[in-house]
Every structure is written in structure tokens, then in C-alpha cells.
């Protein structure tokens, strides 16, 4: 089952490439830069990746952050995710990135999305891994500098799918970014927003209603909400959800409790992603092999999950039916 899940074609739909950054890489990066890490060694840091909440995580996600410098680390950190996605038959990714990590200590722009729009060529002419880049906000900052990243991001567009929005979910609803998603749609791109992870259901469904996202990115606490699940289904609103980060950070205290299975089997759209896989412990196949061994998923759930995540990714109608003509050979 295992060399079944990794030879599977997969797509991923929820991936932060700063979250993709190994600790070998960080102390490579470190080095080439200069900058000192507060840890000794790789098996220090290793043991740092031990954490108990989003807030304790995010902490060392941004210090991680801050060894990438120049346009090579972001493509360096870009490849690095892409030769994971190779070894697993992941031909399709739709990750995101976080611009303001970045500006705010002064990183340009431009440095950061030429690294990473390099790589992505390179991944489709050199695997066929076709790719979609969406930009997101960081939702503990206000509304105000996400405007001024979407400005920023204007050069660009070429370059970006669309707009996330992430970071702390508690103490920072949907409503808080009204207005800066609207304008982005008007601009053309499409619209996800994390959801329902460590915030209430009812961010959910503002996330519909006021920020009218294409996806919903995680979304576990609909089960919380029956008439949410009933809209979810009926809409068919895909989530990104993510099991192995889901359990690292408390949202479940054991994968044995995860409910994509519950929700999968109720007809909501949802997907198998691994989000930050660096800190929580798994690229995309170990989350499928999570599931399987937590949870009992079969192989006929695997393959329902494999192509939603084709059908709701936001890849051409012509990509969607040659990836989905490769997952219907498995039956």
C-alpha cells in the first residue's frame, strides 16, 4: 500500500514553500549567508522542530525564514520541494509563498518571486510538473499591508494564480480582509483563505461570504456546523485539508480522530495536502500513509482523494483531463 500511495499521480494544493525548508538546507543557507542560527547543529534544530501549537511553530518558521536572502535561495529552497514531489509522483503543485516574511526585512520583492518562478519553469520543463503560485497575506498583519503587497505584486501577475491568506487564525477573521480580496478579484486572480483549522467553523463560511475563496484551505471544524457540511457539498467546495499538521498542532490529538474520511464520505470535495511538511513531518505520500494507517483508508478512498485533488486544482481544463486520464489507469 505504501509504494501504491507514492507511485499514485498526486496533486498539491496547499504547500508553503518557507515551510518546505529542511534543517540541512537552513544551516546550508545559514552559512552561505552569514547568519549565525541559535543551534549547534542540525540534530539541535532537528529536535526544535518539537512543538506544541501553531504560535510555537510559527516562531520557528520565521526564524527559519530569515536565511533566505537572495533569488538562488528561493529557487534552492523551490528545487529542493520539487525533487521531493518527483520521488513521490506529484505532478501538480499550487504552493504558496509569503511575501511580507520577506519585505519586512527587506528582502525585495522581486528577489523572491523570480527565485521561486525560475524553479517552477524548470520543474515543468524538466519533470512535466505543471505549477500554479499563490501569493499569501499574512493575516496577523493589517489590512492595510496586504493592500500594499497586492501593489507590489502588480509587475508580477503574470507569475501568481492567486491569493491565500494565512498565518494565526485566532483573533484575525475573514472579515478583516474584505476589501483587499475584492480588489484582487477584480484584478483576476483567484481567491483561497485558511479556515476552520484553529478558528471556529463560523470563519468558514465568512470566508465564503465575504471573501468568496475559490477553496477553502484546511476547513476540518465544518463538521462542527451540519449545515455548513450540507453547503459544502452541495457547492462542492474543495478543502486543503492537511492530516500530518493537523496533528502536530493539536487540531487532533491522534490521527485516529481525523475526520477527512467523514468528510470525504459525506461528499464534501476534500484533498491531502502536507502544508509545512519540513516541521510536520511528512511530504505528501506520508500523509496519504497516515491516513492508511491511522485511519484504515483504502485504496479506492486514496484514489477518490488523489482525483479531487485534480479536479479542484486550479490547473487548465486540458491539464485536469491529462492528469486524470493518468489516475483513471489505476483504476
Known amino acids: 500500500m505504501d509504494s501504491f500511495l507514492n507511485s499514485m499521480p498526486k496533486a498539491e494544493l496547499h504547500l ?9 538546507l537552513m544551516f ?25 501549537n501553531l504560535q510555537d511553530f510559527l516562531d520557528l518558521y520565521y ?20 525533487e ?31 527565485g521561486i518562478s525560475r524553479a517552477l519553469a524548470d520543474a515543468e520543463s524538466k519533470y512535466g510538473i505543471s505549477s500554479g503560485l499563490i501569493m499569501c497575506f499574512l493575516r496577523h498583519l493589517s489590512e492595510l499591508e496586504a493592500f500594499n503587497t497586492l501593489h507590489q505584486a502588480e509587475p508580477y501577475l503574470d507569475n501568481i ?28 486572480l483567484l481567491a ?40 459544502l457539498a452541495q457547492e462542492k467546495m474543495a478543502l486543503t485539508v492537511c492530516p500530518l499538521s493537523n496533528t502536530r498542532l493539536r487540531v487532533f490529538d491522534d490521527m485516529s480522530q481525523h475526520n477527512i474520511l467523514q468528510m470525504l464520505e459525506q461528499g464534501v470535495k476534500v484533498t491531502v495536502n502536507s502544508d509545512d511538511p519540513a516541521y510536520f513531518g511528512g511530504y ?17 478512498q486514496a484514489l477518490e482523494l488523489a ?16 492528469m486524470l486520464a493518468l489516475l483513471g489507469k489505476l483504476g
Not at 477553502?216 to 450540507?230: F, N, P, S, Y
Open 192 to 231: 483561497v483563505a485558511h479556515a476552520g483549522e484553529e478558528g471556529p467553523a463560523q470563519n468558514i463560511i465568512d470566508a465564503l461570504d465575504l471573501l468568496h475563496v475559490d477553496r477553502i484551505d484546511h476547513g476540518v471544524r465544518a463538521t462542527d456546523d451540519a449545515e455548513l457540511m450540507q453547503r
Open 284 to 300: 505528501l505520500t506520508e500523509n496519504f500513509i497516515a491516513l492508511e494507517q491511522g485511519l484504515g483508508m483504502t485504496r479506492g
Open 28 to 52: 546550508a543557507l545559514a552559512e552561505r549567508n552569514g547568519i549565525e542560527l541559535p543551534y549547534a547543529s542540525v540534530d539541535e534544530l532537528s529536535r526544535a522542530y518539537n512543538f506544541g
Open 161 to 188: 494564480i492567486g491569493i491565500g491568506l494565512d498565518s494565526s487564525e485566532q483573533g484575525h477573521p475573514p472579515a478583516k480582509f474584505e476589501r483587499v480580496f475584492a480588489k484582487a478579484r477584480s484584478m483576476g
Open 63 to 82: 526564524q527559519g525564514a530569515e536565511v533566505l536572502q537572495t533569488e538562488q535561495d528561493f529557487y534552492d529552497l523551490t528545487w529542493a520541494y520539487i
Open 307 to 322: 482525483r479531487n485533488s485534480f479536479e479542484y486544482s486550479f490547473a487548465s481544463p486540458n491539464r485536469k483531463a491529462e
Open 16 to 24: 508553503h514553500l518557507e515551510g518546505t525548508l529542511e534543517p540541512e
Open 84 to 114: 521531493r514531489c518527483k520521488a513521490q509522483n506529484v505532478i501538480h503543485i499550487e504552493p504558496f509563498f509569503d511575501p511580507q516574511t520577506h519585505t519586512e526585512r527587506s528582502i525585495p520583492f522581486a528577489t523572491v518571486i523570480r
